[in-house]
């Protein structure tokens, strides 16, 4: 079983930064397709970014593309998320994901809701204030 565990969470202003962290265990972390969404209060999930085994592939959703970054960390079992330039819309509980097939986060990029993805974490929250 995969356990993720996010972290870097917290309130900010607008145009602000904060970086995200999340720790895998449980299985080979660089076998692992891994992933970031988030849930705003009253909203269904959605998908933010996606990042292949080997970092080679990357995908952003439209709404933070050119503000945040993905990137990963095999040797620490980690994966990140630089998220720069952040606005209110930004404020949402945002959860780690994993899966062994990448093109389920392809699928949720591309408007599902990620149910197909396997692993979650607890989530961080991010609030941005105005």
């Known amino acids: 079983q995969v356990q993720l565990v996010e972290s870097g969470g917290g309130l900010v202003q607008a145009g602000g930064s904060l970086s995200l962290s999340c720790a895998g265990s449980?299985?080979?972390?660089?076998?692992?397709?891994m992933g970031w969404f988030r849930q705003a209060p009253g909203k269904e999930r959605e998908f933010v970014a996606a990042i292949s085994l080997n970092g080679v592939y990357i995908t952003y959703a439209d709404s933070v593309k050119g503000r945040f970054t993905i990137s990963r960390d095999n040797a620490k079992s980690t994966v990140y998320l630089q998220m720069n330039s952040l606005t209110p819309e930004d404020t949402a509980a945002y959860f780690c994901?994993?899966?062994?097939?990448?093109?389920?986060?392809?699928?949720?990029?591309?408007?599902?809701?990620?149910?197909?993805?396997?692993?979650w974490g607890q989530g961080t929250q991010v609030t941005v204030s105005s």
């Open positions: 449980g299985r080979t972390f660089s076998s692992l397709q």
């Open positions: 994901a994993a899966d062994l097939v990448y093109s389920n986060f392809g699928r949720a990029r591309d408007g599902g809701s990620g149910r197909n993805v396997r692993y």
